[in-house]
């Protein structure tokens, strides 16, 4: 079955201790991106990825580290996490950044809480 | 400021009514595209839209791209409980390769 796996979907974590979210998908997609999703405004990118080691910065990427070593695997790192991290946060891959081709296949979310 | 407007934020009818939901920019979008989110679960793709001025159908849902390509609409005919959600647009600048959302409607259908 064609999907986008994120684990894990629920952290609760204490400001400062480093966590990484995992994100895998079996569709052989060149695109993947990090979103966060708050009450009110809508979803954010953070960082996104055209391909094996090429990442960029979306449009909230502070506190955020992204890697892609692999084409599948697209890791969300946050080194040292803060109160205003506690979010809702989606992986998505998508074909291709062109065109009719960008829809986005999207993770069933990993919901952060940082105390 | 988002780059996408989405409008209303919120929308609560009976079921049986028609709905329509907005989303409009300044920019030039090479693609739109309209997702619904559930509960606890990602945005699921519901249609794209390329070509100014084009009309996709989908069962009782109507989706329009206006013609310089910098607005879109959502419309459902007869809503039922199975259609609330919230319904995201989302679109690809002409000039750039990333998908930015709207902040999204959140529609409740009432039986």
């Known amino acids: 079955e064609a999907q986008v796996t994120q684990n894990p979907r629920y952290l609760i974590t204490v400001t400062g201790k480093k966590l990484t979210v995992t994100c895998s998908q079996n569709?052989?997609?060149?695109?993947m991106s990090w979103y966060r999703q708050d009450p009110g405004l809508g979803l954010r990118q953070i960082y996104y990825?055209?391909?094996?080691?090429?990442?960029d910065k979306g449009d909230v990427p502070e506190g955020y580290k992204v890697s892609r070593k692999e084409k599948r695997n697209f890791p969300l790192i946050l080194e040292s996490p803060s109160p205003n991290q506690t979010s809702l946060y989606f992986c998505a891959s998508s074909p291709s950044t062109g065109g009719w081709n960008t829809e986005a296949f999207f993770g069933q979310g990993t919901r952060l809480t940082v105390v | 400021t988002q780059l996408l407007e989405q409008s209303p934020q919120f929308l609560s009818i009976q079921e049986g009514e028609n709905l329509t939901v907005y989303c409009n920019s300044s920019s030039v979008f090479s693609s739109l595209q309209w997702y619904r989110q559930e509960p606890g679960e990602g945005p699921v793709l519901l249609v794209t839209?390329?070509?100014?001025?084009e009309v996709k159908k989908l069962k009782r849902l109507t989706f329009q791209f206006g013609d310089a390509r910098k607005d879109s609409s959502l419309h459902i005919t007869a809503a039922q409980p199975g259609d609330t959600g919230l319904y995201l647009c989302a679109g690809v600048e002409s000039n750039d390769y990333k998908l930015s959302f709207g902040a999204g409607t959140t529609v409740t259908v009432r039986a």
């Open positions: 569709m052989n997609h060149e695109y």
């Open positions: 990825s055209m391909n094996v080691e090429v990442t």
């Open positions: 839209v390329v070509t100014g001025g």
